[in-house]
């Protein structure tokens, strides 16, 4: 469990008893007690077991395969694989690969919905970038409609462990993950992925 489940659930317990107090009608005071539930399982934080190959990178937050995409930087092809969550996923985020974070960017920005094409480049989002047995990936945790808040528990120089927690992203939202050519991808539009578990795309040997 995420610590601001509870935080969140005892906000609506303490309502629940004002109201009851107040009012004493049940009705009123069971609508906050249901809302204090869904915040202790919104928040849940389950135990995965990760994948240990090292050419293997994995899906960084559950979610749905919403999109698949070619482009350049910097004249260099790359590959982003973008995963929608919405509000009945797990929200926390993992590291997709093992290594050492090399940079991280906060870009303020816009709270458009997290599935349109642009909300990659104008959404309010980190952009992470972790390095690893050769490899580079970059990660973005983008923000949606509803996400107002992005949490991230790294620094520049930690060491992340494949499958570690990093932060999460506050109910629908989107991350994406951008990799090099070297990689292969191993999932289709529509996939449903579970962070820390599900592999996105496999590298070739480590260089």
Sequence with gaps: ??????????????????????????????????LAAFFLWFF????????????LVISPADGKVTAIAQFEVNGEARTRISIFLNVFNVHVNRSPIAGVIKDVQYQKGKFGNA?????????????????????????????????RRIVFTKNV?????????????????????????AAQVKVK????????????AVFEAAR
């Design 189 to 200: 539009l529509g996939d449903n992925v579970v962070g820390a578990k599900t592999v996105i």
């Design 1 to 34: 469990m995420v610590r601001d489940g509870y935080f969140y659930a005892l906000g609506m317990i303490v309502a629940a008893a004002v109201l009851w107090l107040t009012t004493h009608a049940l009705w009123i005071a069971v609508l906050p007690l249901i």
């Design 157 to 181: 120089g930690d060491q992340v462990q494949r499958g570690e927690r990093i932060g999460l992203i506050k109910f629908a939202s989107r991350v994406d993950v951008i990799l090099e050519p």
């Design 44 to 55: 849940r934080d389950p135990e995965r077991a990760t994948p240990a190959d090292p050419n």
């Design 115 to 147: 599935m349109g094409p642009g909300s990659s480049d104008v959404n309010e989002q980190n952009i992470v970038m972790v390095e690893g047995d050769g490899h580079r990936v970059v990660f973005k945790q983008i923000a949606g409609l509803l996400a």
